[in-house]
């Protein structure tokens, strides 16, 4: 198995409340994603990193922000969660020059 | 607007079938294509892929073959297991972020014992 932990797996929270996930990698691979997962939609990407404090918007970026402070973490943060924010949360990385990615085991993440 | 399609939600087979899997793509830029396979509670796990200079690569009972005039590629199983019964998701790339894939939707695969 790649080494992508994701914390917390679950969490429960109210509409508004902050919210930090977290994805750390013992790979030390540059490239660092987030998705989301919901039924009828696949895998959505939300950012990504290519660095250290580089970072970029996916394809559902709004109400979302990230922060890679040390090449192992990537965090994910909802400034004010929303119900529609309900989700299956993905962490990947991926090496240079290859295209497969490696996924972590997912956070659960329901807002009420 | 759905740039790679799984048109099928779902399939169902008999243990020791073939299992047939498509997925249709628009984006003539795609060169790389990648299927993963995902049960449930857990992420998703790269199976296998497949560059557009080919039309076929095989990875033992897995067989991706892709059609690039019709923008069509397929993952065949054979046997098909109970094991193999999970979410198979289908993925391109290439051109601009070329390394960033999209996903289609999810085809979830149930093999019967």
């Known amino acids: 198995d790649a080494g992508i932990t994701q914390s917390p797996r679950h969490k429960v929270t109210e509409t508004g409340t902050p919210v930090t996930l977290r994805c750390h990698q013992t790979?030390?691979?540059?490239?660092m994603y987030w998705y989301r997962q919901d039924p009828g939609h696949g895998l959505r990407l939300i950012h990504y990193?290519?660095?250290?404090?580089?970072?970029d918007k996916g394809e559902v970026s709004d109400g979302y922000s990230v922060s890679r402070s040390k090449t192992e973490d990537f965090l994910l943060t909802l400034e004010s969660a929303t119900s529609s924010q309900t989700s299956v949360y993905f962490c990947?990385?991926?090496?240079?020059?290859?295209?497969?990615?490696?996924f972590g085991p997912g956070t659960r993440l329901t807002v009420l | 607007d759905q740039q790679v399609k799984q048109n099928s939600p779902s399939l169902s087979v008999q243990e020791g079938r073939i299992s047939i899997l498509n997925c249709d793509y628009t984006?003539?830029?795609?060169?790389?294509f990648l299927w993963y396979k995902k049960y449930p509670a857990e992420g998703p796990t790269f199976l296998i892929s497949?560059?557009?200079?080919?039309d076929k690569n095989e990875d033992g009972r897995f067989t991706v073959f892709l059609n690039k005039s019709a923008k069509h590629l397929s993952l065949h199983i054979v046997p098909s297991q109970p094991g193999d019964s999970a979410v198979y998701f289908c993925?391109?790339?290439?051109?601009?972020?070329?390394?960033?894939?999209?996903f289609g939707r999810g085809t979830s695969l149930i093999v019967h014992p």
């Open positions: 990947a990385i991926r090496e240079p020059h290859r295209r497969e990615q490696f």
């Open positions: 790979e030390n691979h540059r490239y």
């Open positions: 990193s290519y660095g250290v404090k580089d970072t």
């Open positions: 984006n003539s830029m795609f060169d790389y």
């Open positions: 497949i560059s557009s200079i080919k």
């Open positions: 993925a391109a790339s290439g051109g601009r972020g070329s390394y960033i894939p999209t």
